[in-house]
């Protein structure tokens, strides 16, 4: 019997295994259920933390990007993909980026470069189905932002001017509340010179010592030099 | 580790030293020479230890030497042994010799022909010494601090 | 005698040549229909979607692959042993369209009519071995060389059991004879003759499926390996032997060979339908339409085994054929000799 | 089919009885770039040898020229199946060597990480295994499996294969409650699915008769040439890194090892499948288990310089034992990153293995080790 | 500082204008960005109709981005839906090589082997950074790959990403098919 027992127990097997595919096939056939994603007609939800190429973030706040031109991507880079040139720009004390130009076809999507920013200006971006007759991929990062950099650097200068100026002012009431602080001073040195001249006739008055006036606090931190724009008023929305 | 296997090992190493499992992942330091190394690996194959790794570090410049790191572990307990022995020879020595264990650890063959392609460390009586990993036609030993440095190229573009 | 298709074009020399045309256009179209249909099935099998934007479901794909096999380059190999290796493809693409000449699709209906019709479908099917085996040598590649090699092997093996269970069939037919409806007389059933084997079939109303049962089931596990399907496709063992024996050519004879197996199988499962499952009795509808939808049912079988097993390694084929196989059908042909014998 | 072999490759032959056979390069089921050059007398392999190095990329090469941060992006294309695992094991040698503290939360997202990435490889081998043995609806059953994990693990890395998701210290993204609950729902589905599986496959006869005592390695070749991973488990040695030297938290979840003797293909099947449901056990404890805090410390440090001295710190991948050896001269580059791969060792076993075998059986062997061939090459 | 997110899918700002690019056909014919320069016959239309339609790709992975290729092929993304799902192992029947993965030094010579022993109209996709020009394996001094598969077999189609998702490779393989028709758009 074993050698029958055989054949049959593996013809069950093989009777098994086309169960199966049958009841995939009616899923898919009758039930008209697959599981395909039908590209061109339906895009991917992609997860927000999809990596594609980086790009600079646009801030609500001025508008455009806020990348300083330091070079810490550039160096931290593994694959040496990204080349950016920028610096002193005429007018504002701000540094800012001219040219930044990245290869995506050489970039491993790490992230590292995105980790190394200190303004925090960079990100993924949500590119994925790039494919192209031409074997140059190079991004050019600073491209949507080149019409706002005029505006941009127009309102950083006047951001600076009133800094600037706010900062004059406060200096120059500084100095105005030590003068005047010393001018009190002075009264009050007079006056206690008149009470001690009467005094020294009833010395029964106990003299109240002047209540120490709280030294005026000193305006808070002096603003730090290179990030300006935290104490800036809030401008006005930008026109994106 | 088994005491057993120490004292089978003490003739062969000249020095062997406790190293901190925690911080670097190996439990004991040997060092040995190049005509003791077989009598070594019979030793921990002996004991139940498996054959783990062998590399090579390029200390031509620095110490005049090549140093071979073979790492043997036991399967029942992690217990790693690293044994380094060493080849003299400067930058300018040509060719550096090293008794093979592949007869002893069939798993050291190609860790062997990878090395002598890497390095250029020829060993002895290995079944068949040739190139594993680059084209048939190089010639060079790519892994040496001398070869293939970035600042070479860099020099050759600017 | 069911006048045959020539007569009706009253003996005219054209005959043939229009006969010959038919069957070219039915089984170009066959074909097409059926690598499309084999795309879906597993398509369908494998929870995806399959060819859909060529044509209205992805009707047309086959004919987009054939045109573009049609302008392909053929490439002929240099050190290539030229006869052989031109003259395979043909050799594989010829004898199969004889054997559709000699199906009987319905009861008048029948290009060819022979008395021992079941003998010329096996003779044919033999006549494939030989193109394989002159491909696989012909192209002087060690995979083809051994793609061959098991096709040869393959098809002679699994050839006996495939006629055993034929035999079992024609024993029964001849057995029982039938009568015709004009005549009216008993008349001697010839068994090989595959009309008489469905108007067996036809008269008592019976399928030869549930008379014979294991037959049925070893004529479609050989039917398999004659035709290079699925747990038997070895000879062009896609992971083991990069393409089998057609590993050389491109372009149309490459398409000449995926012609020659799809219409081997259409061959075998109408000969299965024709002698398990009644030709082309069928309660409503027209003859020759029934006679397609049971061949069509029998590929679908046919692809699904395909789908689901893994392949079987060359010498478990030769042990599964000779030890298994073979013992059964000539066990279950001695049965039927008894039994009929008996009755 | 590059079967234009040029003469002197070819060993062996010329006696009329063998004659040489050149599975390729490029080879349907050669993992990738494997060549293997068989002798073959009739269908019998006589003798087989692995010609490797058609993807070498120069990693150790590479890892010397860089920075340890700047090497993050190679290490999980040394091995692409197991991408996940090499990545957070090189963060945790690094982490080990310099002492860097990983928030408990980071430990368990990194452990629940892992063992997905360790379940999708092996789904990637059960369905080319399939493939190499002819069966090609499985292949994309587990593709499908597959799928949905790699989905997951995008939700929070953002890459399918390559991930780049460990920082030294944590990881780049926390996981929300949604990723828990689809790890969940994918759980229940995948144990499913490997009920669907051994109907459809692991009991089929064909497959058995082509598994079963088919490529037999025995315990002392096996430690002999180093075998590790699910093929050396497969041979009656109870070996597994998470267990034998935890790291990365694998000692606060009880897991067993699965362990079969017969050491035959089959075997190697059966125990990749059932790591498949240890790997489902792991991550359930680890999502019931997973606490509140931060998944990257603070302040990290500018260059992570490597003091002076030999480290080894080796992880469990899908395929074995993946150790890393490290040499420090005080800067922050690497002198020498040795990477002992798994699939070199187990690869290395095949001459031995293979000779002997069906042409057919070769392919299921090689299949049965899992061998990816980037891994080898380095 | 709030991000403003245009949340569209978008497209790259590319240094290069590459619509500007002419589509330089390597076998010869000079076919300008707007298709009514070239006026084909018929049947060449046809036929290329065809050609786009059944493009059978050979199997041949090299490295990760073959596992995504794979993945393309399988159920989810279905490469099959365009008819390019037949992936044939012999070169000989095969129409486009799609380079998946890093092409090391050693791998040079067999790429070029296959592409040679491939018939007919045959077109080449290099899929992934490394085949464009040395992705993340490409530092000065690089001994050990190729960088860039168009030192070795003339590339139609350039896929950047490492690896690039499914849905670029089918992305792909739909310019391949404007690209043979010529451009040409039958009523789609």
Not at chain 2, 37 to 45: D, P, S, T
Request: proline share 5%.
């Amino acid at each position: 019997m074993g050698y029958f027992g055989k054949v049959l127990s593996g013809f069950g097997s093989l009777l098994t295994g086309m169960r199966i595919t049958f009841s995939q096939f009616a899923k898919t056939f009758f039930g008209r259920k697959n599981v395909t994603l039908q590209y061109p007609k339906e895009q991917p939800k992609l997860a927000p933390a999809f990596r594609s190429a980086i790009k600079l973030i646009r801030f609500e706040e001025t508008g455009t990007h806020d990348c300083v031109a330091c070079k810490a991507c550039e160096r931290i880079c593994p694959s040496y993909c990204i080349k950016l040139s920028g610096g002193k720009v005429e007018g504002i004390k701000k540094k800012r980026v001219a040219e930044f130009e990245m290869d995506f076809s050489l970039c491993s999507l790490c992230g590292l470069c995105i980790d190394a920013c200190p303004t925090d200006t960079l990100e993924y971006s949500k590119v994925y189905e790039e494919a192209g007759y031409n074997r140059d991929w190079r991004v050019d990062l600073v491209a949507e932002f080149r019409e706002y950099e005029a505006e941009f650097v127009e309102k950083q200068r006047v951001i600076e001017e009133k800094a600037a100026t706010a900062k004059k002012a406060k200096a120059e009431a500084a100095k105005k509340a030590k003068e005047a602080k010393k001018a009190k001073e002075a009264e009050k040195a007079k006056e206690a010179e008149a009470e001690a001249a009467d005094t020294a006739e009833k010395p029964d008055t106990a003299e109240k010592p002047p209540a120490l006036e709280a030294k005026p606090a000193k305006a808070d931190a002096p603003a730090k030099a290179e990030v300006p724009t935290a104490e800036v008023p809030t401008a006005e929305a930008p026109k994106s | 580790m088994s005491k057993a296997l120490l004292e089978v090992l003490e003739p062969f190493t000249s020095s062997s030293e406790e190293s901190d499992y925690g911080a670097t992942g190996i439990h004991r330091r040997h060092t040995t020479t190049l005509d003791n190394l077989a009598r070594v690996c019979e030793a921990f194959l002996g004991a139940g230890y498996i054959f783990e790794m062998l590399s090579c570090i390029d200390l031509r410049e620095k110490e005049e030497i090549m140093r071979l790191c073979y790492t043997f572990n036991s399967l029942e307990t992690a217990d790693r042994h690293l044994v380094h022995a060493d080849i003299a020879g400067g930058l300018e020595a040509e060719s550096f010799e090293a008794p093979s264990i592949s007869s002893l650890a069939r798993g050291a063959d190609w860790q062997e022909r990878e090395t002598f392609e890497m390095y250029g460390v020829t060993f002895v009586n290995h079944p068949e010494l040739e190139r594993l990993l680059l084209p048939e036609d190089a010639d060079f030993f790519p892994l040496r601090k001398d070869f293939g440095r970035i600042e070479d190229a860099e020099a050759q573009d600017d | 005698m069911p006048e045959t298709l020539s007569q009706l074009l009253d003996d005219s020399v054209l005959a043939m040549p229009i006969a010959a045309g038919l069957i070219m256009g039915a089984l170009t179209i066959n074909v097409l229909m059926l690598v499309w249909a084999e795309r879906k099935v597993s398509a369908w099998i494998q929870r995806r979607m399959g060819p859909t934007e060529v044509g209205p479901f992805g009707l047309l794909q086959t004919l987009a692959d054939m045109l573009k096999l049609i302008s392909k380059q053929l490439i002929t190999p240099s050190n290539v042993d030229k006869p052989l290796f031109h003259l395979a493809p043909l050799l594989a693409f010829a004898p199969v369209i004889a054997a559709v000449a000699l199906m009987p699709f319905s009861k008048s209906l029948i290009l060819v009519q022979n008395d021992f019709g079941l003998l010329f479908v096996f003779a044919f099917g033999g006549i494939a071995v030989i193109a394989i085996f002159m491909a696989g040598w012909g192209s002087n590649n060690k995979y083809a060389l051994l793609g061959a090699i098991r096709s040869v092997a393959q098809s002679i093996s699994y050839e006996i059991p495939l006629i055993l269970s034929a035999l079992s069939v024609v024993l029964v037919v001849n057995a029982m004879g039938f009568t015709l409806a004009s005549g009216g007389s008993i008349v001697v059933a010839n068994g090989l003759d595959l009309s008489h084997i469905v108007m067996a079939q036809d008269q008592h109303g019976l399928w030869f499926v549930l008379v014979q049962p294991i037959a049925a089931i070893i004529y479609f596990i050989s039917a398999l390996a004659e035709t290079n399907r699925a747990p038997f496709d070895i000879p062009e063992a896609e992971s083991e032997l990069v393409a089998g024996f057609h590993t050389e050519y491109s372009g149309m004879r490459f398409s000449m060979f995926f012609f020659a197996e799809y219409t081997n199988m259409l061959i075998v499962s109408m000969l299965a339908v024709v002698l398990f499952f009644g030709g082309w009795d069928g309660p409503v509808l027209p003859g020759p339409l029934w006679f397609f939808l049971k061949s069509y049912m029998v590929i679908f079988v046919m692809m699904w085994v395909r789908w689901t097993f893994p392949r079987l390694r060359f010498d478990q084929l030769m042990t599964f054929c000779w030890k298994v196989m073979i013992p059964l059908s000539i066990l279950n042909l001695l049965a039927t000799a008894f039994v009929v014998a008996v009755l | 089919m590059t079967n234009a072999v040029p003469p002197e490759a070819t060993p062996g032959g010329g006696d009329g009885e063998v004659y040489s056979l050149n599975m390729g390069p490029q080879h349907p089921s050669m993992h990738g770039v494997l060549r293997l050059l068989l002798d073959l007398k009739g269908e019998e392999v006589v003798k087989a040898k692995p010609v490797v190095g058609y993807s070498h990329r120069a990693h150790e090469k590479m890892a010397e020229n860089r920075n340890t941060l700047q090497f993050l992006p190679n290490t999980s294309r040394i091995d692409y199946l197991s991408g996940m695992i090499y990545n957070l094991g090189y963060c945790q040698a690094i982490e080990k060597i310099l002492g860097i503290e990983v928030s408990e939360r980071a430990v368990y997202i990194r452990v629940i990480a892992n063992e997905l990435n360790r379940i999708s490889s092996h789904l990637l081998w059960f369905g080319t295994f399939l493939l190499d043995l002819g069966g090609i609806t499985p292949f994309l059953y587990s593709f499908d499996d597959r799928e949905e994990i790699l989905d997951i693990l995008d939700q929070v890395t953002g890459s399918r294969l390559t991930y780049c998701y460990g920082r030294f210290g944590g990881v780049t993204m926390d996981v929300d409650e949604d990723f828990l609950a689809r790890t969940t729902a994918f759980l229940a589905r995948i144990r499913e699915r490997l009920g669907m599986y051994d109907d459809l496959v692991a009991k089929n006869v064909i497959l058995r008769e082509r598994c079963i005592n088919v490529g037999v390695i025995s315990t002392e070749m096996a430690k002999s040439y180093g075998v590790t991973g699910p093929s050396l488990r497969a041979s009656g040695v109870v070996y597994d890194v998470r267990r034998a030297e935890p790291y990365g938290g694998y000692e606060k979840f009880d897991f067993d090892v699965p362990v079969l003797h017969e050491g035959d293909t089959m075997a190697r099947f059966h125990i990749r499948i059932s790591e498949i449901e240890e790997s489902c056990k792991i991550i359930e404890q680890a999502i019931k288990g997973i606490p509140e805090g931060a998944i990257l410390p603070k302040k990290m440090p500018k260059r992570f310089k490597i003091p002076e001295g030999e480290y080894y710190f080796a992880v469990e991948s899908a395929r074995g034992h993946f150790g890393m050896y490290i040499v420090g001269d005080g800067t922050d580059v690497p002198a020498k990153l040795k990477l002992r791969t798994p699939s070199f060792s187990n690869l290395s076993a095949m001459p031995e293995a293979l000779a002997g075998t069906m042409l057919a059986d070769t392919i299921a062997i090689v299949g049965s080790i899992d061998v990816v061939m980037p891994e080898i090459d380095r | 500082m709030g991000k403003v997110d245009k949340g569209d899918l978008g497209r790259f700002l590319p240094l290069v204008d590459r619509s500007a690019t002419p589509v330089v056909d390597p076998r010869g014919a000079e076919v300008a960005a707007d298709p009514a320069v070239v006026r084909l016959a018929i049947l060449d239309d046809l036929l290329n109709m065809g050609r786009a339609n059944s493009l059978w790709p050979l199997t041949f992975g090299l490295a990760c981005c073959a596992m995504e290729m794979m993945a393309a092929g399988a159920s989810k993304y279905d490469l099959d839906r365009f008819g390019a799902g037949v992936f044939r192992p012999s070169a000989r029947q095969a129409d486009v090589m799609i380079l998946a993965g890093t092409i090391s030094k050693k791998m040079a010579p067999v790429i070029r082997q296959l592409w040679d022993q491939m018939p007919g109209p045959k077109w080449a996709i290099a899929m992934g950074g490394c085949t464009i020009d040395g992705g993340p394996f490409k530092y000065p001094n690089q001994y050990a790959i190729v960088e860039g598969a168009d030192k070795i077999v003339p590339v139609d189609i350039y896929i950047p990403g490492c690896p690039p998702r499914p849905e670029a490779l089918i992305a792909g393989f739909l310019q391949l098919k404007e690209k043979i028709k010529a451009g040409r758009k039958f009523n789609r």
